[in-house]
């Protein structure tokens, strides 16, 4: 229920919530001759789709596609594959010679791909005439992205959840070991120190973890953070951007978590701890100490919890360094692309799809249509869960497009719950997101090299970390980085940075 519920993370539009589709035209009164129906126009759309419908309805046969439909007059068809495979689908259907008008991207390289090989139709003139709901609710910055010598080529798809990342503390161990709550990086190791070593949960064994993290450092943002460094990011220096992961404060995070990985403070067995292996972690209660996903205790803490309802987590405050730095990675502005094929002849029709969904039907897309969904009571909305998990596959259709306000996301996930702290949680990592300056979209330099630098990175990294080699190797990886095509990228990075500046 709960993964339903938070799937399609996304802010909000103009929705009405009104509940339903727009009714139909009143009955003429006069003896007028009634004007011919406008005839709908057409719009072949394909997007991913990982939802089961209820018996008797399919992509192309449920109650919100027929409500898109008739607020758009639009004849609406829909070709919708696995995330797991989509991808591939998408090159596929491209490299056909039967091509949709719609085609949601979910990967920047893909897009730049299809945007390098003049796939692509500019929708400009057919944006200012039938989006004025997009232009109103995507931010300027993401127009920027998928513009090209003034011509936008995708109308994008707001991230409106940037980083999942919260320090996650076990109060019920810091009582038992009459321990404050964290607030320095110097405070956390010593919390680490002896939630591994002082048997917080009593019961006579050396069987419980300091610190969890996961596979190529994963769970490390707010430890980089009180360093004043995140991975993967391009940062500011004399004027140029610089790649994050070859700064001298990066090297100096390794050597700390080296130093933690030696001292057995972290999960020894992190190097091997894929995301779901460190959420069975916690929920087994051998850990007290991690940074985990903002809606854990609808998670791994919950599972903690009803294994142990002695279990007490709380969200705590992130690791401040030594110089007073903290924070946690910002993750890319967009999460989507909808690109119009060069073939089509149906942007217009397009463009006033898109603008619906952002618009006046997204509340509906969201939240459902309410009195079936949901109901307002005492002025917020209260799911009826029941129906939601019987239509979640909607959320395939509100994650398409985003506006950059999260007032209806909001008030879906407080219909969860208060207690559960969400939009807190939200809120709470949005005050210290660390942002990169480079905010485009790959160019084909980084595009031809990001999988190898990224592998090297993630490679050199755990081993520095869990010292098969030694720390000082940090400065042979960025020759090699800049060597095998690091350089090129930079120069990229910082055209498109000295672009931006006139």
């Not at 139909?24 to 006069?30: S, V």
């Not at 810091?174 to 591994?196: G, I, N, R, S």
């Not at 940074?291 to 599972?303: D, E, M």
């Amino acid at each position: 229920m709960t993964a339903s519920l938070l799937a399609g993370c996304g802010g909000t539009g103009t929705g009405t919530g009104a509940g339903s589709a727009p009714a139909g035209n009143a009955p003429t009164t006069d003896n007028s001759k009634p004007k011919e129906a406008e005839k709908p126009g057409h719009v072949t759309m394909v997007y991913w789709n990982d939802y089961k419908y209820p018996d008797g309805l399919d992509d192309n046969n449920n109650p919100y596609l027929d409500y898109m439909k008739k607020g758009t007059n639009l004849d609406i068809k829909v070709i919708t594959a696995p995330n797991s495979g989509y991808k591939e689908k998408l090159n596929v259907i491209m490299a056909s010679g039967d091509l949709p008008d719609l085609m949601f991207v979910n990967d920047p390289s893909l897009y730049v791909n299809y945007l390098n090989q003049k796939a692509l139709k500019p929708l400009n003139a057919a944006i200012d005439k039938f989006g004025p709901d997009l232009k109103k609710l995507i931010p300027q910055e993401a127009w920027d992205s998928v513009t090209v010598d003034g011509k936008i080529y995708a109308i994008p798809t707001i991230a409106d959840i940037q980083s999942t990342e919260l320090m996650w503390v076990r109060k019920d161990w810091l009582d038992q070991l009459k321990l404050p709550e964290p607030k320095t990086l110097d405070d956390y190791v010593k919390t680490a120190k002896a939630f591994a070593t002082l048997d917080p949960d009593g019961n006579g064994k050396n069987d419980t973890v300091g610190w969890l993290i996961g596979e190529n450092l994963s769970g490390t943002g707010p430890i980089f953070g009180a360093f004043g460094v995140q991975r993967g990011q391009w940062v500011e220096r004399g004027g140029q951007l610089v790649y994050s992961s070859t700064l001298p404060e990066m090297k100096e995070a390794l050597k700390f978590l080296n130093g933690l990985y030696n001292d057995k403070v972290i999960d020894p067995e992190w190097a091997l701890s894929k995301s779901k292996t460190v959420e069975e972690k916690v929920g087994s209660g051998k850990a007290g100490l991690y940074s985990g996903p903002w809606h854990a205790r609808r998670g791994a803490i919950l599972t903690s919890q009803q294994n142990n309802p002695k279990a007490v987590w709380k969200e705590s405050e992130f690791p401040v360094g030594k110089d007073g730095k903290f924070g946690v990675q910002a993750g890319p502005l967009l999460s989507g692309f909808n690109v119009v094929p060069a073939t089509s002849k149906n942007e217009e029709s397009v463009v006033k799809l898109l603008n619906f969904m952002i618009g006046k039907g997204f509340s509906d897309l969201e939240l459902g249509f309410e009195g079936q969904i949901w109901n307002r009571k005492d002025g917020k909305v209260v799911t009826n869960f029941e129906e939601h998990n019987k239509h979640v596959y909607r959320n395939s259709l509100s994650r398409i497009i985003r506006p950059s306000d999260s007032t209806i996301y909001f008030d879906k996930l407080k219909s969860l719950g208060e207690d559960l702290k969400l939009v807190d949680n939200i809120e709470k990592i949005n005050k210290v997101l660390m942002y990169s300056k480079f905010t485009g979209i790959p160019g084909p330099v980084m595009s031809k090299n990001s999988a190898k630098l990224q592998k090297l990175e993630d490679e050199t990294f755990t081993k520095i970390v869990m010292g098969t080699i030694p720390v000082d190797d940090f400065d042979k990886f960025v020759d090699t980085w800049k060597k095998d095509g690091g350089s090129d990228v930079a120069k990229e990075v910082n055209d498109w940075y000295a672009s931006r500046k006139k």
